[in-house]
């Protein structure tokens, strides 16, 4: 969990809204300790994700440009992240499809 938050500020393309989602994200679970949401987490999580992420969106556009862009690549630009993300999601789909078709798996 201890990964650090990449610079949005300065990004060509700029930051997206899903990286800006990302990085609030990632600040809400490293002050508050909660390494996985759960069902007694999640409220409050997504809350205080989505109101950082506003925040950050509203301060991103209300500073001046950089005179260079950050030196490090967000996660999310990463192509091994997004195979990652990828893999994580078929996952997810073949697992959802098992439980539609009753077939047993392993959890």
Do not use: W, Y
């Not at 809400?28 to 992420?53: F, H, L, N, Q």
């Not at 997810?92 to 439980?99: A, F, M, Q, V």
């Amino acid at each position: 969990m201890c990964r650090n938050i990449t610079t949005l500020r300065g990004l060509e393309p700029p930051a997206t809204d899903e990286e800006i989602t990302a990085a609030a994200l990632q600040f809400v679970r490293k002050v508050t300790g909660v390494t996985k949401v759960s069902d007694a987490t999640r409220e409050p999580v997504e809350r205080a994700t989505e109101e950082i992420a506003a925040i950050v969106d509203r301060l991103l556009d209300e500073l001046p440009a950089r005179r260079r862009p950050p030196q490090s690549v967000p996660p999310l630009r990463r192509a091994e992240v997004q195979a990652r993300i990828a893999e994580r999601q078929r996952a997810r789909e073949e697992h959802e499809r098992l439980h539609e078709l009753g077939i047993a798996h392993q959890h």
